[in-house]
């Protein structure tokens, strides 16, 4: 555990925000990302490229990306796209990233995306050729969801995991993923499916995604990390979760990971006292709505050393 | 990380209740100290010996102790003594393990003990000589509070630390520990710290204390496995804190711990149904208090192959 960068990707404006039913402003969601781009945060997902009427929370995803492009220069953009239709419009915005999802768990893919795993890597295939074709720079990432487990299936088999991850990178995506959707992870499982994604992807293993359903999302980022994981996603205020993870009490809460990080001495280039400044606003934007989190409650130990981005 | 043993010691009938206001009736923890002991939970912090009207929550600790050596055989009872006093009555009630706490802080020292740490690891010799003449088998821990900061002093040198803990030996303590009184641990410091404090103690250093103030109570659990320890504090629905920790919240909690612990794969002997069974009593005999935890809200995963113990 030596000194490292880390890099943090806020996924609040997309997976915490497609969790709860109000639609937050398009205005508010810009200052939301000017704050979290001023506080050092580079990569941030916008939103789904999904119809309006199935996310009416997530509509205004074009309009983010137009923004981001234009106004927050080095901001690494992402979406997400649940086909090749959603592809067409991240391609056509110019996003930097737009991150295909695919469930390990048949069940829950069914349930989640009405496609097989395999047919989600079919779709992966004919969003790398419209890319290609289109001469786009947006990069795909194949994120392997249900990785440790599903509350409808119940247990996923890590070689299941492993061989859709290979599957994925043979259909052309540029990167891969873990996510434990449900919050079934722990330490040890999060370590040894890491390391062994870690020998088939290599670098192109990018970035683990962790429920804070039963409290262990910063210890399995812990395991990740230790694994060679360099790239957590997280949510400002923790929101978000499954509807398919009943009591999901949401995802590692950005402002949490971004605290454990800097008192473990890795860089994210994150202003902390800049981050929870923020995470207040949103708080006011979403009362009443469950947020979660302790660095804000508690505030930052008197012995830590803040930078600045 | 592989199959181990681990044990899980409950600390919610002392450094719990001793930070709630209310009084819980003898009646109610003997109930708790039942159902945690039917649990599969062999050892328990019962209380401290301290005048009745400083805590007057744990007034019972000798009632406790009586119950526990009397009804709960292979219970190892714990009590936690604040000076020669103390364990003069923790001698003669018999308990298995007395706890001397010392703060490596020498500001939070005077204000929870007032005395200095090296005054502490003096009134250790006084009780190791005490012990000996009574011809007693009660075991003595030195607890190193403050170990990784504290929020008055701000750092807390890990040298100073050491210090204190191979003093406590030389002093005739027969078990030390060290604990994060405030929540300012990070996995990275935890690590660090524990695995120079198994150099100094070898198996002589017992126990992790961690307090999850800043979300990061089982990631530290965590990473002092990784280090070798093998037996944690916790409490019951994460009960606790310090009054010297504005917004702590609490402990551990003894069933989250459980349930990672499980996760892993490392045997506790607790039965988790049982366990959240007897914290929804005891959330029902504290209702209005501060409660923490998560797994009593999701669930156990479908993943989960729960033992009985």
Redesign the interface.
């Known amino acids: 555990?030596t000194t490292q960068t880390v890099q943090i990707r806020e996924v609040g404006l997309r997976d915490g925000l497609q969790s709860i039913q109000r639609v937050l402003p398009t205005a508010q969601k810009i200052e939301w990302l000017r704050a979290e781009y001023a506080a050092g945060v580079r990569e941030i997902e916008l939103g789904s490229f999904v119809p309006a009427r199935l996310l009416p929370q997530l509509a205004d995803t074009g309009a983010l990306l137009d923004y981001a492009k234009r106004e927050l220069p080095g901001l690494f953009a992402s979406v997400l796209v649940p086909n090749l239709r959603g592809a067409e419009a991240a391609i056509a915005g110019g996003a930097d990233l737009m991150i295909l999802p695919l469930s390990a768990s048949a069940l829950h893919s069914q349930a989640n995306l009405r496609k097989s795993p395999d047919e989600v890597v079919a779709e992966l295939a004919r969003i790398r050729a419209a890319r290609d074709a289109a001469g786009s720079r947006t990069l795909i990432e194949g994120g392997v969801g249900t990785a440790f487990?599903?509350?409808l299936q119940?247990?996923v088999e890590p070689a299941e995991v492993l061989r859709l991850m290979q599957a994925l990178l043979d259909a052309g995506a540029d990167r891969v993923s873990l996510a434990d959707t449900?919050?079934?992870a722990?330490?040890?499982?999060v370590?040894e499916l890491c390391e062994a994604a870690r020998k088939i992807a290599g670098e192109r293993f990018c970035c683990g995604h962790f429920h804070?359903?039963?409290?262990?999302a910063?210890?399995n980022?812990?395991?990740a990390l230790q694994a060679g994981v360099t790239r957590f996603d997280a949510s400002l205020a923790g929101i978000g979760g499954c509807p398919h993870?009943?009591?999901?009490?949401g995802n590692a809460?950005t402002e949490?990971l971004a605290?454990?990080l800097a008192?473990?001495?890795c860089e994210t280039g994150v202003d902390l006292n800049a981050l929870l400044a923020l995470r207040r606003r949103v708080a006011g934007w979403l009362e009443g709505e469950p947020l979660h989190?302790?660095?804000w409650?508690?505030?930052l130990?008197?012995?830590m050393d803040v930078r600045s981005a």
């Open positions: 555990m487990g599903c509350t119940g247990r449900v919050g079934f722990d330490p040890r499982a370590r804070d359903t039963r409290g262990l910063l210890a980022v812990c395991a993870a009943p009591g999901a009490s809460a949490d605290f454990m008192s473990m001495g989190g302790s660095v409650r508690a505030g130990p008197k012995t």
